[in-house]
């Protein structure tokens, strides 16, 4: 009886929530909701136009939607960062009040919150749920409240090792619905298990960009002018120890281990770009059959990644580190009534996912959420739904790294193998968005850390006072060597 009386509140709500000008209220709208694993922002030509990754259907989306510039995963409290960023996208909780089963055993959160996550709470509300993602490193019983669940670690070079594979469940399923004549609305969560290493691309896009498949920890894989160039920001090493011993992403990895030279990091950028090219061909083929079956334009998409990744931006090559390359994710959604061609600063974190899809759909968003809906922006109301953005990373040594965003300035601060390293880092994003520190020998006055400089001791303060208070705010453990309550 509770089921009825939920879908019948759901179906009275919709005129209220959707955005009513572009759908029809007697047909709710659809969701397809593309995660990849593991992509830097700077990966795409949208955020960085010097990229020579090629991505066309992606690039479309972003024409015929709207591009979020400031959206962030909040973090991990362990080395697999991918983990807790998939249980915030499908509780909508933020990185200190997750389940056990997101790696910190003292979080607090609801009883039973799976019942209250992306699946369930879209099954309740009459819609027809479908997932295909990765295997592991997420969170099992939100996953499992998916009606037809397909998952499978795909990140091989061929069409069933690889993303075709993900691709071809979606396909089967929209498929499967056209013969049944299916009317209710879908979820699709249609998730990647590349570009995630061991980025084993096809043949052919591995040749396009320049890269091989290197298994060889005692030779380097061979240069090629069809590489991708390094980035701006690429250090041949971090200045000082990260933190994390015998980290895996930054010394373990195939291809990579320990190497940070230019041959080694152009090549697995070009395995990246290999893996990040053939999602877009996998993205493709479903858009192109949701137009075939009239779907299209009563589907919201969204796409994003878990979290960025570095792979030789500041000598690093992980999803560690707090830098934007890593703590940024991309960010589009296209869908009804959402204005096309448009950038937003936003200023979301993956864990407003599900409240924003709730408040689209016209469902109520579970008492359980701790995220705050973005529609206002997508609706052209406001430009961003919050003014600081808060940054964690405590997988290796604690209390780790902390990092806030206000405005143009960031500040990340290390507290790392048991007090012997601490560093602060304050940077003008406007000034120097790659994030310059002196290593990278920049002229700029403001190219660079600016922790140090006198005349920004006043902005420094005030980002050291504003990141307590959101540690204090997001119910943070630990604190700093230098923070005093």
């Given amino acids: 009886m509770k089921k009825i009386i939920l879908y019948a509140l759901c179906i009275t709500s919709i005129g209220s929530h959707a955005l009513n000008s572009q759908i029809n209220d007697n047909k709710r709208p659809n969701f397809l909701f593309?995660?990849?694993?593991?992509?830097?922002?700077?990966?795409?030509?949208?955020?960085?136009?010097?990229?020579?990754?090629?991505?066309?259907?992606?690039?479309?989306?972003?024409?015929?939607?709207?591009?979020?510039?400031?959206?962030?995963?909040?973090?991990?409290?362990?080395?697999?960062v991918c983990t807790p960023s998939r249980h915030m996208i499908m509780s909508g909780r933020t990185v200190w009040n997750l389940p056990a089963s997101a790696g910190y055993k003292k979080a607090i959160c609801?009883?039973?919150?799976?019942?209250?996550?992306?699946?369930?709470?879209?099954?309740?509300?009459?819609?027809k749920t479908m997932r295909t993602c990765k295997k592991g490193n997420s969170y099992a019983d939100a996953n499992e409240q998916f009606t037809v669940v397909h998952d499978a670690t795909k990140r091989g070079g061929t069409e069933e090792t690889g993303s075709a594979w993900h691709s071809k469940q979606v396909l089967n399923y929209l498929s499967d619905r056209q013969v049944n004549e299916e009317k209710n609305p879908f979820f699709i969560y249609f998730g990647f298990s590349h570009p995630h290493d061991v980025r084993n691309g096809?043949?052919?896009?591995?040749?396009?960009?320049?890269?091989?498949?290197?298994?060889?920890?005692?030779?380097?894989?061979?240069?090629?002018?069809?590489?991708?160039?390094?980035?701006?920001?690429?250090?041949?090493?971090?200045?000082?120890?990260?933190?994390?011993?015998?980290?895996?992403?930054?010394?373990?990895?195939?291809?990579?281990?320990?190497n940070r030279d230019e041959q080694t990091i152009r090549?697995?950028?070009?395995?990246?770009?290999?893996?990040?090219?053939?999602?877009?061909?996998?993205?493709?083929?479903?858009?192109?059959?949701?137009?075939?079956?009239?779907?299209?334009?009563?589907t919201y998409i969204i796409y994003t990644s878990d979290h960025g990744i570095a792979i030789g931006r500041h000598g690093l090559t992980g999803k560690q580190n707090l830098y934007e390359h890593t703590w940024r994710v991309p960010f589009i959604v296209k869908g009804p009534g959402i204005k096309a061609g448009k950038n937003v600063e936003g200023n979301i974190y993956l864990l407003d996912i599900l409240p924003t899809v709730c408040d689209l759909a016209g469902i109520e968003?579970?008492?359980?959420?701790?995220?705050l809906s973005f529609k206002p922006?997508?609706?052209?109301?406001?430009?961003k739904i919050r003014d600081v953005m808060y940054g964690v990373y405590c997988g290796g040594s604690k209390p780790g790294m902390r990092s806030v965003t206000k405005g143009d300035w960031k500040l990340i601060k290390y507290d790392l193998m048991q007090g012997t390293i601490h560093k602060t880092q304050l940077f003008n994003l406007k000034e120097n968005p790659n994030e310059y520190l002196p290593?990278?020998?920049k002229t700029g006055e403001m190219e660079t850390n600016l922790a140090s400089n006198p005349l920004y001791a006043?902005?420094?303060?005030?980002?050291?006072?504003?990141?307590l208070e959101q540690m204090k705010t997001n119910n943070d453990p630990y604190r700093l060597w230098d923070q005093k309550e």
């Fill in 34 to 80: 593309v995660l990849v694993d593991d992509q830097s922002p700077f990966d795409l030509k949208i955020y960085d136009g010097k990229s020579i990754l090629e991505t066309p259907n992606i690039a479309k989306l972003a024409r015929d939607g709207m591009v979020f510039d400031s959206a962030r995963h909040m973090g991990s409290m362990n080395g697999a």
């Fill in 110 to 127: 609801p009883d039973s919150l799976e019942l209250q996550t992306i699946g369930a709470v879209f099954n309740q509300a009459g819609y």
């Fill in 202 to 258: 096809t043949p052919e896009l591995l040749e396009k960009y320049g890269a091989v498949n290197h298994t060889d920890k005692n030779s380097l894989p061979p240069a090629n002018p069809k590489q991708p160039s390094l980035q701006d920001n690429y250090l041949l090493k971090h200045p000082f120890f990260h933190g994390h011993k015998n980290l895996r992403d930054e010394e373990r990895v195939s291809g990579v281990w320990k």
């Fill in 267 to 298: 090549n697995e950028l070009g395995r990246e770009y290999a893996c990040a090219e053939n999602i877009d061909i996998q993205i493709g083929k479903v858009l192109t059959k949701l137009e075939e079956m009239g779907e299209l334009e009563n």
């Fill in 365 to 371: 968003i579970p008492n359980s959420v701790q995220g």
């Fill in 377 to 383: 922006v997508l609706e052209g109301e406001k430009d």
């Fill in 439 to 441: 290593e990278h020998k």
């Fill in 458 to 467: 006043v902005k420094l303060g005030e980002m050291e006072s504003l990141l």
